[in-house]
């Protein structure tokens, strides 16, 4: 079993990668999931201001691993599986976690986008969690990379730039699974 993670700044594209991946039948792992089911569950209303703080506040109480080690009974129960996606790293914790856990087989695959590119598509999206405020998404990205996202991409295994067309990018995404499946 081979597993890649997605990692990327807010609307770099990983939404985008994970969808190809699915449309392969290959499972698909969503890290943020987790994270939403906290929030749910405590009663909160599900933003990007309630997600933020629990996910927050959840990596200080119990380990800047714990939406790793909360996703791993779900990666898992997939073991026939040969290619799993995760969506979703934020931190060196989390990898060294799957790195320990899942061995060799597991690999980082980073979606870049610049920060222009990327507000426009969160202004454009609409996702239940995101915000129409560029104040509320640069705090987002600025919160993000405090939780060591910056370092994830820095040290991915790949690198996918997504500043083209959505096409191109679909095809490199493509060719980076096909690859994959291959080894």
Known sequence: MKILAFAGMPASGKTEAVQIAKSYNIPVIRMGDVVWEEVKNRGLKLNDKNVGTIADQMRN?????????????????????????????????????????????????????????????????????????????????????????????????????????LDDFHNRIKNLLHEFLKR
Do not use: H
């Open 61 to 165: 109480e119990q380990g800047k691993d714990i939406w790793a080690r909360r996703t791993l009974d779900k990666i898992k129960s997939l073991k026939k599986s040969e290619l799993i996606v995760i969506d979703g790293i934020r931190n060196v914790e989390e990898i060294d976690f799957f790195k320990k856990e899942l061995g060799d087989d597991f690999s980082v695959i980073a979606i870049e986008a610049s920060s222009k590119i990327r507000q426009k598509r969160v202004m454009k999206r609409g996702r239940e969690d995101d915000s129409n405020d560029i104040r509320d998404i640069k705090e987002r990205d600025r919160r993000e990379i405090g939780w060591g996202l910056d370092v994830v991409i820095s040290s991915a295994d790949v690198i996918v730039p997504n500043e083209g067309s």
